[in-house]
């Protein structure tokens, strides 16, 4: 089951919000109905979150983005349209079964912080279990497990102006998880905290999720961060989500020209992956394969260089056409001997900011390979810099190679450049 | 010839409506009006029993002590001499009462004054509705409330206890309400996000929040009482109030500056003493030496926020790893 789901949910604020909602649906601008003191602050949007994914929703300030994660726990009530949980329609409840649902299933996480200045970091840590009249062992227990969880061990009797910006979100972060609940809504959580501890909030963000796999829907205004953390994106502008997409399909493919004006701004090399980049091996070589068989493979393919894998596909290394012509001119049966096994592998997840170094120090190709060293494709020097290029010309040529060849010495030039970074 | 009739406009009998309003009410509600008179004298008698009962200096140094407690030897010592002034001027007991005329009403005062405040805040009706009384309240020439007060309960220390609670509310309502109102909204959303019903928000966020607004309305309340506990000498109460309306009345200088400066240095402690309270200052006087306290003030010796070291060393799990590897760069 879905874990959030909205369908053609609208919140506008106003006399008489009910006619705003209907003027919309004719096919009024936000403009129209602002004239008429009537604000559209989210309109017709519909998006799913799959359980244990971070959805993203990005947008500048006046998107509506902030209405709209409030409107998943209710703290605005839709104006028209279904907001479900787990199945269940925010909608339709009433207090108290808002607040339950609150209690249970949703918790929130908020961009300055909001904790309470007169608790400590373990009270503020156990608010939402306070609320819940959970009691007072078992709250502290769970309250220092969290804290533990975002690396705040042993601060539970600070008082947050004792901390640091960063660390007082972690507390932030650890009242929401000692919640215990399965989604967790989070508001420009790392938006008033400086480039570096940003940075690292959202590592720590991605590595709890992938431990504790919570639903995680999170509002941001930077593309950077959406990019960064979201499984898929939405993009937010005027009250209406634009496009809905993974960071790379948005990357790509940009929905119109908003999204891709934003998109120009975009760090590539942090949001590309080697697997998205990545150009499909030629052909592999079996390590029981003899020399001229491996000869004939490399002239059919016009390559110099092939990767030797075993049976299950696991890289052994690569074989290079003289090594592989003088063994074949000795009269050797099979490669042993000449397998180049110092072949640079790297994880289909790698950002190619990461790549570059690697690209800038092994003039030849890099292995792509699966969590079970299987390879998946290859990427050469001239890959991995057309995937970067396309900043700068924003065409939509694929990256997988094909394009004209680029001589090596710029190759070379550009990517120490980029390596020495 | 009056004016209105010049102008064409009929006299508005406001006045004799507000006169034979209150005739209704003396004539219909004597009952309610004599207990109240009996219940607020009663409290009044009482504290003036139990300050005059002890000797004054001995009273005056546990004032001095309890100014040491919250506050500081440098205002208990100041507290000591005032108040060894006001028994060498021979205005103790004057001050006695009037001590116990302003903190009966302060505390009747404050009773009805927060919980008005907490509904102005929440309901915007409550707050439109309560302004223009409050105004009325505040801006009417004090004298006029003795008027009333005195046709319903006669004269005496009640009615100087009723105008002063009249005269001396609103400030505890308006810095109740703004108080409440000006609590972080984010913490009062994040109170709602995690499910709090409007009794766990008001209790545990919005009050203790608007903490110190409340108590600086509680200290204008207490100031506006003793201004007011003077000028309900002139209705009979007893006390510093009396002392003065006698001065005035017999011109005797002497006696009234005697009286004035007995006010002004119930004034200054009592100012002192709350506003200690209300701006938790209370840490200064003897109060550091109790445990909660220097839990926190051993807290406050670890290093502050800017030198905190950011990256605390998180507890990476093997089988999260490759999360890493995928975002890190």
């Not at chain 1, 009691?135 to 309250?143: C, G, M, N, P, Q």
């Not at chain 1, 609940?181 to 938006?191: R, Y």
């Not at chain 1, 960064?228 to 939405?234: C, E, K, N, P, S």
């Not at chain 1, 290079?320 to 592998?345: M, Y």
């Amino acid at each position: 089951m879905k874990a959030i789901v909205a369908n053609n949910t609208y919140k506008v604020f106003g006399k008489r919000p009910e006619l705003g909602v209907a003027r919309l649906r004719e096919g009024a601008t936000r403009e129209e109905l602002r004239k008429e003191g009537i604000t559209a602050a989210v309109i017709d949007a519909s998006f799913e979150v799959d359980e244990g994914e971070i959805f993203v929703v990005m947008g500048l300030s006046g998107s509506g983005k902030s209405t709209l994660i409030r409107m998943v726990n209710g703290l605005w009530e839709p104006t028209a349209g279904e907001l479900r949980l787990y199945g269940d329609d925010i909608v339709t409840m009433n207090a108290q079964q808002l607040r339950q649902t609150r209690r249970e299933k949703v918790s929130m996480v908020f961009q300055h912080f909001a904790l309470l200045p007169h608790s400590t970091v373990g009270e503020n840590a156990a608010y939402g279990l306070m609320i819940r009249g959970i009691d007072k062992d078992e709250r502290e227990r769970k309250a220092k497990e969290a804290l533990r969880l975002v690396g705040l061990k042993g601060w539970e009797d600070s008082f947050p102006g004792q901390l640091s910006g960063g660390m007082r979100q972690r507390v932030g972060l650890a009242r929401a998880l000692a919640a215990g609940t399965n989604i967790m809504l989070m508001d420009e959580a790392f938006s008033a905290l400086d480039p570096l501890i940003k940075r690292e909030m959202q590592d720590q963000l991605v590595e709890l999720q992938n431990k504790l796999g919570k639903t995680i829907l999170f509002i941001t205004h930077d593309l950077n961060e959406a990019m960064r953390l979201g499984d898929h994106i939405a993009m937010m502008r005027d009250g209406r989500i634009v496009q809905i997409g993974t960071a790379q399909q948005i990357l790509n493919n940009p929905a119109n020209d908003f999204v891709a004006q934003f998109v120009l701004d975009v760090d590539r090399s942090r949001v590309l992956t080697a697997g998205a980049v990545m150009a499909p091996p030629v052909a592999l070589v079996g390590s029981d394969q003899g020399p001229l068989a491996v000869h004939k493979l490399m002239r059919e393919h016009q390559t110099s260089r092939l990767f030797v894998v075993d049976r299950d596909n696991r890289l052994r290394g690569a074989v290079d056409e003289e090594a592989v012509v003088a063994a074949a001119t000795a009269g050797a049966q099979t490669l042993d001997g000449i397998v180049d096994d110092k072949v640079v592998s790297v994880p289909e997840s790698a950002p190619l900011t990461n790549l570059l170094p690697l690209s800038a120090a092994n003039p030849k190709a890099l292995a792509v390979v699966d969590k079970d060293k299987r390879v998946r494709g290859v990427l050469a020097r001239v890959t991995v810099l057309q995937a970067l290029a396309q900043r700068m010309t924003n065409t939509q040529t694929d990256a997988d190679g094909s394009a004209q060849p680029v001589p090596a010495d710029t190759v070379d030039a550009a990517l120490t450049k980029g390596g020495a970074r | 010839m009056t004016l209105p009739m010049d102008a064409g406009i009929p006299k508005i009998e406001i006045g004799k409506w507000i006169s034979s309003f209150f005739d209704w009410l003396t004539t219909n509600l004597s009952g309610f009006f004599d207990a109240v008179s009996s219940i607020v004298g009663g409290a009044v008698d009482g504290i003036i029993w139990l300050l005059q009962a002890p000797n004054p200096i001995l009273l005056a140094v546990l004032f001095a002590l309890i100014g040491l407690v919250v506050k500081g030897w440098r205002f208990a010592l100041g507290s000591l001499l005032g108040l060894l002034l006001i028994i060498s001027m021979d205005q103790w007991d004057a001050a006695m009462q009037t001590l116990a005329l302003v903190v009966v009403s302060t505390v009747v005062a404050i009773i009805i004054a927060i919980p008005l405040g907490i509904l102005a805040a929440r309901k915007r009706a409550a707050s439109a509705a309560l302004r223009p009384i409050m105004d009325l309240m505040q801006t009417m020439p004090a004298f006029v409330w003795l008027v009333p007060v005195v046709t319903l309960f006669g004269i005496g220390v009640v009615p100087g206890v009723i105008a002063t609670i009249i005269f001396a509310l609103p400030p505890g309502v308006r810095l109740t309400e703004l108080g409440i109102r000006n609590v972080d909204h984010e913490i009062v959303e994040a109170a709602n996000a995690f499910g709090a019903t409007p009794r766990q928000t008001l209790f545990g966020v919005q009050l203790p929040l608007a903490l110190p607004t409340i108590m600086a309305g509680v200290n204008q309340v207490l100031m506006l009482s003793l201004s007011m506990a003077v000028v309900a000498g002139l209705v009979g109460a007893e006390g510093l109030g009396g002392q003065v309306t006698s001065a005035i009345a017999t011109l005797d200088l002497g006696l009234g500056f005697e009286a004035g400066i007995s006010v002004v240095i119930l004034a200054i402690f009592l100012d002192r003493l709350t506003a200690a309270i209300g701006q938790g200052k209370a840490r200064h006087g003897l109060l550091r030496y109790l445990p909660r306290k220097r839990r926190e003030e051993a807290a406050e010796e670890q290093p502050a926020a800017d030198e905190v070291v950011e990256d605390i060393p998180v507890e990476e799990s093997p089988e999260t790893l490759d999360s890493v590897a995928r975002i890190h760069s």
